[in-house]
């Protein structure tokens, strides 16, 4: 009797084991990699300007100045999130300079934005197991998404990351500059920039993060350039850099921990169970004399 009960309760826990492994796979896993309900992103870049917005002017020299990006998780239906994130720029003695800020649906799960157009895959955040492809991101300041460039693999602080870039991209940004007499009386304001950003593939955690660019006046009518008025850059600073770097390792132990070490360690304790039963059912009795 005692041992037709051991037979049982293995074989009850083995039964656990195994409807376990599914469930962690294929219903925890996706709950603990989805956006969480108290996302929050407080940080800031390294900006540098030169303008000169008079035509026939000097450039006034580089300014520096602190970027600030805000993101917070504002609301929940469902699998969506309600995010707002702001940035601005703020120069000392001057207050803000330049400043954006939207609302995004964004979906918990993929981590992409929700829009009307559902052929177009943006990511709000990039997803986990980064490929060496083309992705839609939407970056830190912008109004909207650009797609980046799989450019190679380079290592930053000694951790690997896939380098992705928009190269010399050009965006109307004359409502942005309309504090200037000529925009848009006279002219719109185009504008060039490259961004390159470095992702640490398995958390898909930006570790590293530049972009630059020239605004000019342009003709309304052709676009051609009458006269650059402002050279800009943001960038992270080496602190930054190093905290992302930490995050990303903690993250990839993290994803490693409950992708493969969880599910390694249940299906061992499941295999151990079986071999346990198999040698309790050949066992036979002991027969009484």
């Known amino acids: 009797v005692k041992k037709m009960k051991n037979k049982q309760t293995i074989l009850a826990i083995f039964v656990i084991i195994i409807l376990l492994i599914p469930v962690w796979i294929y219903l925890i896993t996706p709950k603990l990699e989805q956006i969480p309900a108290d996302y929050t992103l407080n940080g800031f870049l390294l900006h540098r300007e030169n303008n000169r917005f008079e035509i026939d002017s000097e450039w006034t020299g580089e300014t520096i100045?602190?970027?600030?990006?805000?993101?917070?998780?504002?609301?929940?239906?469902n699998d969506a999130a309600v995010i707002k994130k702001s940035f601005r720029v703020e120069v000392?003695?001057?207050?803000?300079?330049?400043?954006?800020?939207?609302?995004?649906?964004v979906d918990r799960k993929s981590?992409?934005?929700?829009?009307?157009?559902?052929?177009?895959?943006?990511?709000?955040?990039?997803?986990?197991?980064?490929?060496?492809?083309?992705?839609?991101?939407?970056?830190?300041?912008?109004?909207?998404h650009h797609q980046f460039e799989f450019k190679n693999v380079e290592i930053v602080k000694g951790l690997e990351t896939y380098h992705f870039n928009v190269e010399n991209k050009i965006t109307d940004d004359s409502e942005g500059y309309e504090f200037l007499e000529l925009v848009p009386e006279k002219y719109k304001t185009l504008t060039i920039f490259s961004m390159n950003v470095w992702v640490e593939p398995v958390s898909g955690t930006v570790v590293n993060y530049q972009d630059k660019g020239t605004s000019y006046y342009a003709d309304k009518e052709t676009g051609e350039k009458?006269?650059?008025?402002?050279?800009?850059?943001?960038?992270?600073n080496r602190d930054l850099i190093e905290r992302k770097v930490e995050e990303a390792i903690k993250q990839k132990k993290q994803i490693n921990l409950y992708k493969k070490i969880i599910p390694s360690i249940l299906g061992t304790i499941a295999v151990i169970l079986l071999i346990m039963l198999a040698l309790l059912w050949r066992k036979k009795p002991v027969q009484d004399k």
């Open 111 to 144: 981590k992409k934005v929700i829009s009307e157009d559902e052929s177009e895959d943006v990511f709000y955040l990039f997803p986990k197991n980064v490929e060496k492809k083309p992705y839609k991101w939407w970056s830190y300041g912008y109004s909207e």
């Open 226 to 236: 009458v006269w650059d008025i402002s050279q800009w850059g943001n960038e992270y």
């Open 65 to 77: 100045a602190n970027t600030f990006v805000d993101e917070d998780l504002i609301g929940l239906n």
């Open 92 to 105: 000392l003695g001057e207050g803000v300079v330049y400043e954006t800020s939207n609302e995004l649906n």
